[in-house]
Nanobody, 118 residues
Framework: QVQLVESGGGLVQAGGSLRLSCVVS???????MAWFRQAPGKQRELVAV???????IYGGSVKGRFTISRDYVNTTVYLQMNSLKPEDTAVYYC?????????????WGQGIQVTVSS
């Protein structure tokens, strides 16, 4: 059984930083990993993707402020969020898939709240 567990969320002031982590457990070889977010009353949006070779893709609103990375040994994906803005407030979800990008993301974490105060 594959499980994704996020950590590192919380409350931060505008301009601050947070680092999210997502640990993947289970007998599966993950190819594509990503972070999504969903704010109240809004659709879920892609934040960042990292593929097996290390290539990355970012959503337009976070480009230049957020960095996605992964630890292949521990099957962990990180999201370093800098220069946070109130509009970054959302529930952030980790997603993973054994298939190459673009993948449908069969596996999801439970979500973690990030709140940015002005």
């Amino acid at each position: 059984q594959v499980q994704l567990v996020e950590s590192g969320g919380g409350l931060v002031q505008a301009g601050g930083s947070l680092r999210l982590s997502c640990v993947v457990s289970g007998s599966i070889s993950i190819n594509t990993m990503a972070w999504f977010r969903q704010a109240p009353g809004k659709q879920r949006e892609l934040v960042a993707v990292i593929i097996r070779g290390g290539g990355t893709i970012y959503g337009g609103s976070v480009k230049g402020r957020f960095t996605i990375s992964r630890d292949y040994v521990n099957t962990t994906v990180y999201l370093q969020m800098n220069s946070l803005k109130p509009e970054d407030t959302a529930v952030y979800y980790c997603a993973a898939d054994p298939r190459p990008y673009p993948a449908p993301y069969d596996y999801w974490g439970q979500g973690i709240q990030v709140t940015v105060s002005s």
